[in-house]
């Protein structure tokens, strides 16, 4: 069920920077919890970053740690995800998605957020 809405993807050459930004048009909302997650052609989706918006904590997966910072501006519940040190193995479409009820799993799975965009191409090549 799609509600948010991402914007920022596009081509970008290795060692490019992007930042997708995601909103919740129409709606006011108090979201527990924040993520960004991407699917590759052929793979499953998968967690990419996420934050926790009662103590501020983020968390990243391995292969983002470092290169990636993911924020939310407190006013409007704008999620950013920058990207920086873009390399080909993170092309794959990028979904915002948010927890606003009480939901099943952990801060890194699927199931844990009930909100979800539609999804934004990220393309890294030369």
């Known amino acids: 069920q799609e509600q948010l809405t991402e914007s920022g993807g596009g081509l970008v050459q290795p060692g490019g920077a992007l930042r997708l930004s995601c909103v919740a048009p129409g709606r006011s909302f108090t979201p527990y919890a924040m993520g960004w997650f991407r699917q590759a052609p052929g793979l499953e989706r998968e967690f990419v970053a996420n934050?926790?918006?009662?103590?501020?904590?983020?968390n990243y997966a391995d292969s983002v740690k470092g290169r990636f910072r993911i924020s939310v501006n407190s006013g409007d519940n704008t999620q950013y995800l920058q990207m920086n040190s873009l390399k080909p193995e993170d092309t794959a479409i990028y979904y915002c998605?948010?927890?606003?009820?009480?939901?099943?799993?952990?801060?890194?799975?699927?199931?844990?957020?009930?909100?979800w965009g539609q999804g934004t191409q990220v393309t890294v090549s030369s």
């Open positions: 998605a948010a927890k606003t009820r009480p939901t099943s799993g952990t801060r890194s799975s699927i199931t844990y957020y009930d909100l």
């Open positions: 934050i926790n918006l009662l103590d501020d904590t983020t």
